[in-house]
């Protein structure tokens, strides 16, 4: 009976620890903007103003994971009440050469604007080796933040290589639920 009780408290342990060590982007459910809300993050700052931080919506799903370490939207609003929208994402492969992203594209077709700001080589990310990372930064108006909390946001992003990405409304649902009034 001690040997029962024992075991079953062991796994007990591991679980919540296995649970615990999890990055909550793995464990909400995204499809309910209140999930995801929990953990959209505002901060301060003296030179940004405010600045609210969208979780990472790479950890969302296994297949994401596999090109991207990082998808996620910031809304700022510097101390000249000026307003920002930027989706930063950071690729990974082991292509030959650099994707080089140049073009980023809604589903309608409008261009927005994207540039890269890091390019490293030889990176660990989740425990794999990658030849290549690129750490871009795509910036949108207010009327794209809107449109995707209607219908959400398929991007295509463009370089030596094309990649599709599919942010859900209720990602910018919550973002919006989660401006300072």
Known sequence: MKLIASTL???ILVTVNA?????????????????VKSLVELKLD????EVTYGPNFALSDKLLMEKYSEIYLTMSINPKNEEFYTLFVTTHDNDQDWHSYDLATKKDGEK???????????VLVNNVDYKHEERLIISMSFIDFVDGFDFGMELTIS????????LPATYFRAM???MPQ
Do not use: R, V
Not at 46 to 49: A, F, K, N, T, V
Not at 112 to 122: C, G, M, Q, S, W
Not at 159 to 166: A, C, I, P, V, Y
């Open 159 to 166: 370089g030596n290589q094309e990649e599709k990405l599919m």
């Open 46 to 49: 003296p030179q940004l103003g």
């Open 176 to 178: 919006m639920q989660s």
């Open 112 to 122: 927005l604007d994207i540039k890269t700001i890091a390019k490293n080589e030889n």
């Open 9 to 11: 408290t062991a796994l």
């Open 19 to 35: 649970w615990a060590e999890a990055p909550n982007e793995t464990t909400i459910d995204w499809k309910l903007a209140e999930e």
